[in-house]
């Protein structure tokens, strides 16, 4: 993950073959004549890295090669290379101080649930090993992982013919920047569940001050696992996760903001002092995580966890017809709304193909949640309430009931934590 991170940044630089800015700004005059958008876009989530750029269809010719040497033949030189360690600093530096704790919380939520392995591995690059990661370096993770069976070429809104003639042309027989040494070092294991807690004690009382100052938080992530996207299950997990939604209460009753989901009802329409209660959903090809999220002053966290517990206790138990509807109608929709844009399009072709070899088009998901029954949303949350709990907090932990006293709330049948009793407070 930390040599993907270089990679990423990388792509923002002039690091591709071409040896002159003006040449690369000439080839994207030539797409211009047709009115196409010249913008190079990287994502990196956790387990994929993304390329893409949009332009008139026109130019299909010219922004596949484009593409092709971005991904095929970076420079990565000293000055690049130097430049994005900086950047990479920097990231470092805005995660820990932003007031938006979710993509820590996430972190560490993946490395308490899976302990030194596969997707519990740091994303983020630790600020030690920045100084160690050179042109060689990348060259070896790119020989590794930048291999043609991992690879997925995808297109929306040009004809399929004339995209593999591209690739043929752009991506068959090319000789890449870094070699064609022997492929080592590939981590193919499975992900292991572990469970297990990861913390992190820190002042969270001026990560945002101004005229609006945000109030001191701790923030506590629960999560269980679930199961992979490949799995038939994988439906139903969705359509509870959409049932169990919430938010922040900032934004409670508002359109389309799930003020009717179980988080809303049962969480932030009842205890004011929660400023969120988010349900999150992360889904891989050989496990899955389902979380809450929640955040409260510090001096309310063990109530505040085991609001959480209570809930999870509650999605094994009975599911009313109505409330499952409305999820099932807001899965579809949401899902709807987001096909409606050609780069989610292009996003959901790629990730699925470049997973299960095939793409489920838009009405077999749909088909897929319409038949998602009560029992099936029941079956799947009992089976996940009998693993073990991962746990991220951060913030102010002194009252952060411990890690057993979670597991044992989560196994019980109304998801209370046990009875502390202290002679002195």
Not at 6 to 28: G, Y
Not at 78 to 86: G, I, S
Not at 180 to 205: C, F, H, P
Request: aromatic letters at 8%.
């Amino acid at each position: 993950m930390k040599r993907n991170t270089l990679v990423e940044l990388l792509t923002f630089w002039k690091n591709w073959h071409f040896r002159l800015l003006l040449d690369l700004t000439a080839k994207m005059k030539f797409c211009l004549r047709w009115k196409s958008m010249g913008v190079f876009v990287t994502a990196r989530h956790q387990d994929t890295t993304m390329y893409a750029v949009s332009a008139d269809s026109k130019g299909l010719d010219t922004v596949v090669g484009l593409l092709a040497d971005v991904v095929l033949q970076p420079r990565l030189t000293d000055e690049e290379v130097e430049m994005t360690r900086m950047a990479v600093q920097f990231e470092l530096e805005d995660l820990n101080l932003r007031p938006d704790p979710e993509p820590l919380l996430t972190e560490m939520i993946h490395e308490a649930a899976y302990r030194e392995n596969t997707v519990g591995l740091h994303r983020f690059c630790p600020t030690e090993n920045i100084a160690k990661i050179n042109r060689e370096v990348l060259h070896s993770y790119l020989r590794n992982y930048y291999t043609p069976d991992r690879m997925v070429l995808a297109g929306v809104g040009v004809e399929h013919e004339h995209l593999v003639d591209c690739a043929r042309k752009y991506l068959l027989g090319v000789q890449p920047a870094w070699g064609s040494a022997e492929v080592v070092d590939i981590d193919r294991s499975v992900a292991q569940y572990t469970g297990g807690i990861a913390k992190l004690e820190r002042d969270m009382s001026n990560v945002s001050l101004g005229p609006t100052p945000i109030p001191e938080l701790t923030h506590i992530m629960v999560g269980l696992e679930s199961c992979s996207f490949l799995e038939e299950d994988f439906i139903p997990f969705a359509v509870l996760n959409m049932m169990m939604g919430g938010g922040g209460s900032f934004s409670a009753g508002g359109p389309g903001k799930g003020m009717f989901s179980r988080l809303y009802l049962n969480v932030l329409n009842r205890h004011h002092w929660m400023y969120n209660a988010t349900s999150y959903h992360h889904s891989y090809e050989d496990t899955g995580l389902l979380c809450i999220h929640a955040s409260a002053d510090p001096r309310q966290v063990r109530e505040m966890v085991e609001i959480i517990t209570k809930e999870f206790i509650l999605m094994g138990g009975s599911v009313d017809a109505v409330e499952l509807e409305r999820a099932k109608t807001q899965l579809t929709s949401m899902l709807m709304m987001n096909l409606e844009s050609r780069p989610v399009i292009f996003e959901d072709v790629g990730r699925q193909v470049l997973a299960t070899r095939s793409r489920k088009l838009p009405h077999e998901l749909c088909m897929l949640i319409r038949n998602v029954k009560p029992e099936d949303v029941k079956r799947v949350a009992s089976k996940m309430l009998r693993g073990k709990p991962a746990v991220a907090a951060l913030g102010d932990l002194t009252d952060l009931p411990t890690y057993e006293h979670i597991q044992t709330a989560l196994s019980s049948k109304d998801g209370r934590l046990p009875r502390t009793y202290r002679l002195f407070r």
